[in-house]
């Protein structure tokens, strides 16, 4: 049986402000000097992911979790937060977490499909944490359910668009609206000629 609840706690890592800088350099450009600006990853930043990434790892492994991954599969990524001070922004730690845990590749293929949500927030001082839940979503794609998509594509077996990769299929799967889909019901159903 699949784990499907993933427990975490993480130290309060670098905030989106700290965790990217801005780096001025020169390129010449037909023996043009042209001022250029890239993006870097802060040292704490990386001691952060890194320290992360092997936590994450150990933890999948104990808690023996193991969906396969799957691109069309989103997450509740659940936090509590246990700030040391009361002027911090539980929204501006995200990105660190869910980019080492996208590192991993064992959890999930891309962070676009995480679900942030902030259950609470407390203040300590002495041991300031985040807890952190994530289990994947009831819905899949469009369909508020496995269920509903397993009787959606139940009906596309006997579509004639089926068998060659129906496009409104896999766009319903990955949460495109289409106006093709009403009511989960597809206008473009063709059955096939027997």
Request: some cysteine.
């Amino acid at each position: 049986m699949d784990n499907v609840e993933l427990k975490l706690t993480s130290s309060i890592p670098v905030s989106v402000n700290h965790y990217l800088k801005p780096r001025c350099f020169i390129k010449y450009v037909n023996n043009k000097a042209v001022p250029m600006v890239t993006m870097y990853e802060t040292s704490d930043a990386k001691k952060y992911k890194k320290q992360f990434k092997d936590y994450v790892i150990k933890e999948v492994k104990k808690q023996s979790w193991s969906l396969t991954l799957d691109k069309f599969q989103h997450f509740y990524f659940d936090c509590v937060f246990y700030f040391d001070r009361i002027d911090k922004d539980p929204n501006n730690y995200f990105k660190i977490m869910l980019d080492a845990i996208t590192d991993t590749q064992l959890i999930w293929v891309d962070d676009n499909i995480v679900c942030e949500r902030v259950n609470r927030i407390y203040y300590d001082a002495e041991n300031p944490r985040i807890d952190i839940t994530i289990r994947p979503v009831e819905y899949v794609g469009i369909f508020d359910s496995v269920e509903q998509l397993h009787e959606f594509e139940g009906n596309c077996i006997s579509c004639n668009r089926y068998k060659r990769n129906c496009s409104i299929l896999n766009k319903a799967k990955e949460g495109r609206i289409q106006s093709e889909v009403v009511d989960f019901e597809c206008s473009k159903f063709k059955a096939i000629k027997k």
